[in-house]
């Protein structure tokens, strides 16, 4: 079996509100567009509830306390402007980070070659003590020292093609010469970090940021000339990709203008290196993505890419 979709409807679960670009819409029209693409070479598999002393390889006992203690139990508690809980949204969040450490599972045991993860709340925003830009447990870094701790993988890389860069993952990997993040995003926008001089405790962070009205030229060529030349160096035991489709040019968050195919392309292109570096081991988590046609759009032409 080539890849495997993990994720469940809890994950629905989380409410932010009339109008917040990061609803449950978002996922339900994932759910449809891959539900009706039927692939034979797609499996779906439930994500599981993720036991707390995982949380805790990213994010500190008191900043899980302090996320349960201010859970509403009704209507909201805003963290911040943007970072909303409701009273399930701990539900979801747990969901979220055992979906995506249940694919590290499936794709470690070689069960299937790599994996995506449809979930929300996001994740790449949130830094070890700090819930933020919509994100409360960092997915993608939990699962990365998941893999670490249970399959004695040495070297993890998190791939962010998300249009905003994640300033939560850079903040977690920063001191950790084993853990490698690299990503393209948009200068000058939320969260403001991702310079180019932001580079690690030993070159194991790559920042390309780009001008708004960035097109798949050169995101492409930012991939070939820089990130994919530094990720070989640094040689990896298994990818993850922090998949945001938020660089889509019709997303109302910013001013990238890539399309279907850009997203596809990356895909191929990041599943490739793994298929010859990384003994297939690759997972792919959903970040961010806010106009709900391209987003699912995007989400089918990533999945199209990771069963090439």
Known sequence: MST????????????????HPESKDRLLSIFKILKNFRSPKIQWIEGP??????????HSEDYVKNIIKNLPKKDFFNIDADTILSPNSLKSALRAVGSVCKAVDLVCTQKFNNAFCPVRPPGHHAEPNRAMGFCLFNNVAIASYYAKLKYKLKKCAVIDFDVHHGNGTQKKFWSDPDMFYASTHQEG???????????????????????????????????????????????????????????????????FKLIEEDFFWITKKLKSFADKYCKKRLVSCLEGGYNIEALSKSSLAHVEGLIL
């Open 4 to 19: 495997v979709i993990v994720t469940h409807k809890d994950c629905l679960l989380h409410d932010t509100g009339i109008n």
């Open 49 to 58: 509830n993720i036991n707390l002393k995982h949380i805790n390889l990213v």
């Open 189 to 255: 926008i939320f969260p403001g970090t991702g310079f180019k001089d932001e580079t690690g405790i030993n070159n194991n962070i790559t920042n390309v940021p780009l001008p708004g009205g960035t097109n798949g030229l050169l995101f492409k060529k930012s991939y070939e000339d820089i990130i994919i030349p530094n990720l070989k160096k640094f040689s990896p035991d298994i990818i993850f990709i922090s998949a945001g489709f938020d660089g889509h040019k019709d997303d109302p968050l910013a001013d």
